[in-house]
């Protein structure tokens, strides 16, 4: 039973907000007011708040299950276990070790995710791994390497917000996506700063900005390149900033110049004097901000998109300088720390690549093993799912629930269907947990310790509070045990701190290098920004040679960038269409996104009862014009249909959403899966899929 105080974060998005877990009548925790940690102050959302309702009993898994007859049934960890190895070693002996995939989650501690992907390659041999995030964040981490040499969601801290001068927000609704940011954005207008929203519906976002341009989706490269057409045209560049700190300029602005206003007024549908207008409050402070964030990111173009928002900071000389530049607004808990350590298709380690042979000799000498033993990369979230069945006869996912997160969603489901054996770890019987061989229940972040790493770059420390149900353990027991039926449980222990100390190692000298960091700094200073490097000696502490622990870096780039010469990288883009556009059979635009109280799948916020009945269920928004057109009022069912599919949900009618533009949820299963009908077409860079725009025709259902 929990009897003390116990300082955590919340396990829900890439804030991680501080909270206390205190004890509670029936022997569990609730949450409580955790004023010093910076991020918060305190605040926490509705989902924070009730985060204990998932610790339950009631609404969780507690017990292993292996299907039996076509039946889920409960088992024993060892039969559970001894299933899994098993067809886990005769996919690999049948068809070779790529005939086994292993699919993670953003969700999972820094400590999961370096195992998970340490599991994939030495223990399985496989390439063929990667991660939900790949669904989130994966075009804005391409782009800020491509223009940086390093990719951390935020390169200050959100302290800096309020303190700049304007900032332009891309595709974000941080009112509704992560609620104790929004506060950072008042604030920024309160201290005299300006806030432009970019975005094709007027969310609760949009309504506190001082300007808010509505593109058509699909379009904010176009919209990014005619604001730089703008810049170079009135004069705004930083010359000296440029010649000193860049490279790459003179292509970028002739591309840039061939977007003229009007040009991009009719491809956007933004009017030119709107665009002048956002040009005015961008350029008239010293500092200024770019963030961005799912908007321009899940597009199959979203790699250019992002690097052409980039592009406004670098040509007025914002980017790496106080107050200023650009930033990600990472969406999952722990997706900046679950992309730097191993588990996505091309990275070891530290953000380091795969395929660098450096890095490879690196990684495998922590790891103990030959560096020629190491496979390459693989395939990338999308294109893995897509090839189950196939080449790969055998998956194991954690943390992730494809069947409701992945575009083509009834496609990826036949896919996984199709699969000789799949097995799931997760916290609750999620719609993809429905369709394994062996599901297995582990731990949740009040019953673990562990570390994450927020939007800011920020590793922080959670901490166990009580212990899980009888029948659950924890994702590294579940790795170990697996590891000791392949022979290798010494090269995987499930102890958090012994796991996160090897990372460290791992990480050392790496883009995102952990080495300096330990739970004892973390305990003591709540939060470590990386990189943060070391000399570590074999069984020493972190410290410099001196004996004095290096501070972190809040900021990046101030005095050089991360590329070979230090100089920022300008991306030399193009508008170029959706990957499909409206027809005459399928005229309107779907855009996807999240809402106030439902987080990511569902599969956990659908369980609590507060959170539904704050949104019990999808539908689609759409203008009062398309509505009428349509022939349906508010709260009526109609069918979206797209090239992949059809959902049927009920109409909410809002002024507030473009008249050739609807929106849905992600977060349900059943009739109203949004994933049914968004399409797979790739970022053929970041592999991001392009949830945020595809041709829809609505239908009324009577």
């Known amino acids: 039973m929990q009897t003390t105080v116990t300082p955590t974060h919340c396990p829900y998005c890439s804030l991680q907000c501080g909270m206390n877990l205190v004890p509670a009548a029936d022997g569990g925790v609730e949450v409580a007011e955790r004023a010093d940690f910076p991020v918060n102050r305190g605040a926490l959302c509705g989902k924070g708040r009730t985060a204990p309702a998932l610790l339950s009993s009631a609404v969780r898994l507690t017990s292993p299950l292996v299907r039996r007859d076509g039946v889920l049934e409960p088992a024993s960890w060892e039969e559970a276990l001894d299933a899994l190895a098993d067809a886990l070693t005769r996919a690999r002996t049948a068809h070779g070790a790529d005939a086994v995939g292993v699919f993670g989650g953003g969700g999972l501690t820094n400590e999961k995710a370096y195992a998970l992907g340490k599991f994939a390659r030495v223990a399985l041999g496989t390439s063929q791994i990667d991660y939900n995030g790949r669904f989130c964040m994966s075009s804005a981490a391409a782009a800020g390497t491509r223009a940086f040499g390093l990719d951390r969601g935020l390169p200050f801290p959100l302290e800096d917000i309020p303190r700049t001068g304007c900032v332009i927000l891309v595709g974000s609704n941080p009112a509704e996506t992560m609620p104790p940011a929004l506060r950072y954005f008042t604030e920024l207008r309160e201290n005299g700063g300006t806030l432009i929203v970019i975005d094709p519906r007027r969310t609760r976002t949009a309504e506190q900005a001082d300007l808010h341009l509505a593109p058509r989706p699909g379009t904010d490269l176009a919209l990014a390149l005619g604001l730089l057409h703008l810049i170079v045209a009135e004069g705004h560049t930083d010359e000296e900033y440029l010649r000193e700190r860049t490279s790459g300029w003179e292509e970028a602005r002739a591309a840039a110049m061939a977007h003229w206003p009007e040009y991009v007024e009719r491809i956007t549908g933004v009017p030119v004097p709107r665009l002048r207008e956002a040009v005015r409050l961008f350029c008239a402070p010293d500092a200024a901000m770019v963030l961005t964030a799912r908007g321009p990111e899940q597009q199959s173009k979203g790699t250019d998109t992002v690097g052409a928002w980039i592009n406004l900071t670098l040509a007025t000389g914002r980017a790496g300088r106080p107050l200023s530049g650009y930033g990600c607004?990472?969406?999952?808990?722990?997706?900046?720390?679950?992309?730097?350590?191993?588990?996505?298709?091309?990275?070891?380690?530290?953000?380091?690549?795969?395929?660098?042979?450096?890095?490879?000799?690196?990684?495998?000498?922590?790891?103990?093993?030959?560096?020629?033993?190491?496979?390459?990369?693989?395939?990338?979230?999308?294109?893995?799912?897509?090839?189950?069945?196939?080449?790969?006869?055998?998956?194991?996912?954690?943390?992730?629930?494809?069947?409701?997160?992945?575009?083509?969603?009834?496609?990826?489901?036949?896919?996984?269907?199709?699969?000789?054996?799949?097995?799931?770890?997760?916290?609750?019987?999620?719609?993809?947990?429905?369709?394994?061989?062996?599901?297995?229940?582990?731990?949740?972040?009040?019953?673990?310790?562990?570390?994450?790493?927020?939007?800011?770059?920020?590793?922080?420390?959670?901490?166990?509070?009580?212990?899980?149900?009888?029948?659950?353990?924890?994702?590294?027991?579940?790795?170990?045990?697996?590891?000791?039926?392949?022979?290798?449980?010494?090269?995987?222990?499930?102890?958090?701190?012994?796991?996160?100390?090897?990372?460290?190692?791992?990480?050392?000298?790496?883009?995102?290098?952990?080495?300096?960091?330990?739970?004892?700094?973390?305990?003591?200073?709540?939060?470590?920004?990386?990189?943060?490097?070391?000399?570590?000696?074999?069984?020493?502490?972190?410290?410099?040679?001196?004996?004095?622990?290096?501070?972190?870096?809040?900021?990046?780039?101030?005095?050089?960038?991360?590329?070979?010469?230090?100089?920022?990288?300008?991306?030399?883009?193009?508008?170029?269409?959706?990957?499909?556009?409206?027809?005459?059979?399928?005229?309107?635009?779907?855009?996807?996104?999240?809402?106030?109280?439902?987080?990511?799948?569902?599969?956990?916020?659908?369980?609590?009862?507060?959170?539904?009945?704050?949104?019990?269920?999808?539908?689609?928004?759409?203008?009062?014009?398309?509505?009428?057109?349509?022939?349906?009022?508010?709260?009526?069912?109609?069918?979206?249909?797209?090239?992949?599919?059809?959902?049927?949900?009920?109409?909410?009618?809002?002024?507030?959403?473009?008249?050739?533009?609807?929106?849905?949820?992600?977060?349900?299963?059943?009739?109203?899966?949004?994933?049914?009908?968004?399409?797979?077409?790739?970022?053929?860079?970041?592999?991001?899929?392009?949830?945020?725009v595809c041709a829809v025709r609505v239908e009324v259902v009577r």
Not at 385 to 392: E, K, P, Q, R, V
Not at 514 to 527: D, F, H, K, M, T
Not at 652 to 664: A, E, L, N
Request: charged residues 25%; glycine residues 10%.
């Open 329 to 692: 607004l990472t969406g999952q808990g722990n997706g900046q720390g679950g992309r730097e350590h191993g588990q996505k298709a091309d990275q070891l380690p530290g953000y380091r690549k795969l395929t660098d042979p450096a890095a490879r000799k690196h990684v495998a000498r922590v790891w103990g093993v030959d560096p020629d033993s190491l496979p390459g990369p693989g395939r990338s979230a999308y294109e893995l799912l897509d090839a189950l069945g196939t080449d790969i006869r055998a998956l194991l996912v954690m943390g992730s629930n494809p069947v409701v997160s992945a575009p083509r969603a009834t496609h990826v489901e036949e896919r996984l269907r199709s699969l000789d054996f799949l097995a799931v770890a997760d916290v609750v019987l999620s719609e993809t947990a429905r369709l394994a061989d062996v599901v297995l229940p582990v731990t949740q972040w009040a019953e673990e310790t562990g570390t994450t790493t927020s939007l800011e770059g920020r590793v922080l420390l959670r901490r166990r509070a009580l212990a899980p149900p009888d029948g659950v353990r924890s994702d590294l027991e579940v790795l170990h045990g697996l590891a000791a039926r392949l022979g290798l449980e010494k090269k995987f222990p499930a102890d958090p701190e012994e796991v996160f100390e090897e990372l460290r190692r791992a990480s050392a000298g790496g883009p995102a290098d952990y080495s300096g960091i330990s739970y004892r700094r973390l305990a003591e200073e709540g939060g470590v920004f990386w990189p943060c490097p070391a000399d570590i000696p074999e069984g020493e502490d972190a410290g410099t040679a001196d004996g004095r622990p290096h501070p972190g870096t809040p900021r990046l780039f101030l005095e050089r960038f991360a590329t070979g010469d230090g100089r920022a990288r300008f991306a030399a883009v193009s508008h170029r269409a959706a990957g499909e556009d409206t027809d005459e059979e399928y005229p309107v635009l779907l855009t996807t996104g999240r809402v106030l109280a439902q987080y990511q799948s569902g599969a956990q916020t659908r369980r609590v009862a507060e959170l539904n009945a704050a949104a019990p269920g999808p539908f689609v928004e759409m203008h009062p014009r398309l509505a009428e057109r349509v022939g349906v009022a508010d709260g009526e069912d109609v069918a979206v249909v797209s090239r992949r599919g059809r959902v049927v949900v009920p109409v909410r009618v809002s002024g507030g959403i473009r008249v050739d533009t609807v929106f849905m949820p992600f977060h349900w299963a059943g009739a109203g899966r949004a994933n049914v009908l968004t399409n797979p077409v790739l970022d053929p860079v970041s592999g991001m899929p392009e949830f945020k």
